[in-house]
């Protein structure tokens, strides 16, 4: 079997440097681990006088992993976890099972008739992303401000909100409000989690959205500004001393201002 294995390979390679090979344009696919890929050889139906070999490598498909040739199917211990290739009988077509992200890399099946033809794919392995945790820190408020809340119902302004995501090869994280997207982080430090702040400085009640996501998943937070940054508001509380000092000294600041509009339009 092994001298068989590289005998075909060798002749293979012979061949289509003689008779020239057709070769298509790489092909991308994308796939979550643990999923299942097929990759198709672009044959219809395959006959006693086609081979077929699968050869895989991280960066250079080079090794011989799978052929059928005169209909008898081969899958090789070349590729590491040997059961999860399938081939399938009648197109050659190469299935991968329960792939992992050691299965990332280029696949190219050689198709061998009159003329050599080829079909590459590069295949990429995401893990699914996490779930974004949402934290959001108080609103920013002044003495004044509390002062004014409390006794005259104004609300907070500004809502500073901080959304992290676990990083990995692929991961983008992002803000939404509605279906509008307000900014988005990635980064290639993947050692370290990715976080994206985002400032509200003003009061809705729409829903915000933080997303994770890379190209075969993605994970969504919603925040609500009402549920989760509430204005500050006490129905039950009172003015205190500086609270009542503080009104009288704006009562006072308008009284004045009152009488000296008067005295001026007294005096002209």
């Known amino acids: 079997m092994f001298v068989s294995k590289w005998f075909s390979l060798i002749l293979l390679i012979l061949c289509g440097a003689l008779t020239g090979a057709e070769k298509d344009e790489i092909k991308t696919i994308s796939v979550m681990k643990g999923d299942s890929v097929t990759l198709p050889s672009g044959v219809s139906e395959i006959n006693r006088d086609i081979q077929i070999l699968w050869l895989y490598g991280p960066e250079d498909p080079d090794t011989l992993i799978a052929e059928i040739y005169k209909m008898s199917i081969s899958i090789y211990d070349s590729y590491e976890g040997i059961d999860r290739l399938q081939m399938d009988q009648q197109t050659g077509s190469l299935t991968i099972r329960n792939i992992t992200i ?12 009159a003329m050599a ?49 676990e990083n990995a090869p692929g991961v ?89 509009v008067l005295v001026y339009d007294f005096r002209s």
């Open 117 to 165: 033809t080829y079909k590459r794919f590069k295949v990429i392995v995401y893990a699914p992303v996490t779930l974004p945790v949402i934290e959001s820190s108080e609103c920013q408020i002044s003495v004044l401000q509390k002062c004014a809340t409390a006794c005259f119902g104004f609300s907070c302004e500004i809502c500073t909100l901080k959304c992290s995501s």
């Open 172 to 260: 983008s994280l992002s803000w939404y409000k509605g279906s509008k997207r307000l900014n988005q982080t990635s980064s290639p430090e993947l050692n370290t989690n990715l976080s994206l702040t985002l400032e509200i400085k003003e009061r809705n009640s729409d829903v915000y959205q933080c997303v994770a996501a890379n190209p075969v998943s993605n994970q969504t937070t919603q925040f609500s500004l009402q549920e989760h940054c509430p204005p500050f508001s006490d129905s039950s509380h009172s003015c205190g001393f500086t609270e009542a000092v503080i009104r009288l000294v704006i009562s006072a600041l308008v009284g004045v201002a009152t009488v000296a």
């Open 102 to 113: 050691t299965h990332s890399g280029l696949y190219t099946a050689q198709i061998m008739t």
